[in-house]
């Protein structure tokens, strides 16, 4: 049967529903109890040492009772010898972690627990390239599609979903911050994430530097003077708005919070240009158009902007920007005293 113009008006924005889902969870059919044969493929001689963990809130309270929330969190090590991740605990992890650079990485929406430790993966992949022993912590969270079936109003649906997702996103933000409070500060850490996953980063540094966000606040004792001269951030296609971080944003201690802040923006990425719709204020979105400098006053020197349009067109995917060397290496070298990025095109 064929669809009258109405009806493919009808089901085509449907197809959006999934608007900031990501192709890592296509690139392998591997369940997390299965990763080896992921992590162990097309090594290509390149093997630096790397320790990769999972954090799942999946299980912990996503917008009420964040405090107990914490204590909720599961904490897997992959285990080499036995080929699998394996359950842990958080003594273990800050064991881990005190000892090694690390990178946090937060991912988009709308991955599932197995889509997420595919993606792990193919982080993994990529970053073990990386000079030098280091650690991988991959946070998985309710990233899923909360609102469906709405043929009628499509639209309204995709804005309900991505609005809902940002408020899952913020107190994110809140859980990892807890646990950067109890890392180590000898070891450079990195703070990164892909869509979504580069909103919880951001609120993250937001509540470390003292910052507030409604029902999401760090004991104060804890958020004041925390020494984060340690701390680097790594977005990737940002879902936020762009002038969340300037002054006065919502999200305006962020910046204070962070040694080095690396983001990538795509003028031609097709997710992002039509964040304007979903987002409360109307904005674009800072994977989109990146920041000003000139608007971030004494912050303006940390920032490392990445213009990647001619690496990865018009996509929004992870998949893309992992398969570009140079975004790789940038994330990698965050951890390094001295942070050095090849000019892109314009």
Avoid at 332 to 338: E, K
Wanted: net charge negative.
């Amino acid at each position: 049967m064929k669809l009258s113009t109405v009806g493919y008006a009808l089901l085509l924005p449907t197809l959006f529903i999934y608007w900031d889902s990501s192709t890592l969870g296509s690139e392998s059919s591997e369940s997390v109890s299965t990763t080896d044969a992921v992590l162990t493929r097309g090594d290509g001689g390149c093997c630096n040492e790397l320790q990769v963990w999972m954090v799942s809130s999946r299980c912990a309270p996503r917008c009420e009772g964040l405090e107990q929330g914490f204590h909720e969190l599961s904490f897997l090590q992959y285990d080499a010898c036995d080929h699998c991740f394996v359950a842990s605990d958080l003594t273990s992890l800050l064991t881990v972690q005190a000892n090694l650079p690390t990178l946090l990485f937060v991912h988009g929406n709308p991955l599932n627990h197995q889509e997420a430790g595919e993606s792990c993966c193919s982080l993994y992949r990529r970053i073990k390239c990386c000079d030098g022993p280091k650690m991988l912590i991959f946070w998985s969270w309710p990233a899923e599609t909360v609102h469906t079936r709405s043929l009628l109003r499509p639209i309204q649906l995709v804005r309900d979903n991505a609005r809902v997702k940002g408020y899952y996103a913020e107190r994110q933000g809140y859980y990892l911050a807890r646990l950067t409070q109890l890392m180590s500060t000898q070891q450079p850490l990195t703070l990164g994430g892909h869509s979504f996953g580069g909103l919880v980063a951001i609120s993250t540094l937001h509540l470390l530097a003292g910052g507030q966000l409604p029902g999401t606040c760090l004991p104060e004792l804890e958020s004041k003077q925390q020494p984060c001269d340690h701390l680097r951030a790594a977005i990737i296609a940002g879902v936020l708005d762009y002038d969340a971080v300037y002054p006065g944003g919502r999200y305006d201690r962020a910046l204070h919070c962070v040694g080095k802040f690396y983001t990538t923006f795509n003028h031609c990425d097709v997710i992002l240009k039509r964040w304007p719709i979903h987002s409360c204020r109307g904005q674009e979105a800072l994977g989109l158009v990146g920041l000003c400098p000139s608007r971030l006053g004494e912050n303006a020197s940390k920032i490392i902007q990445d213009h990647v349009t001619c690496d990865v067109r018009n996509s929004h995917y992870m998949a893309e920007h992992l398969a570009c060397p140079r975004i790789v290496q940038a994330i990698c070298s965050l951890s390094q005293p001295n942070f050095l990025l090849e000019t892109t095109c314009e």
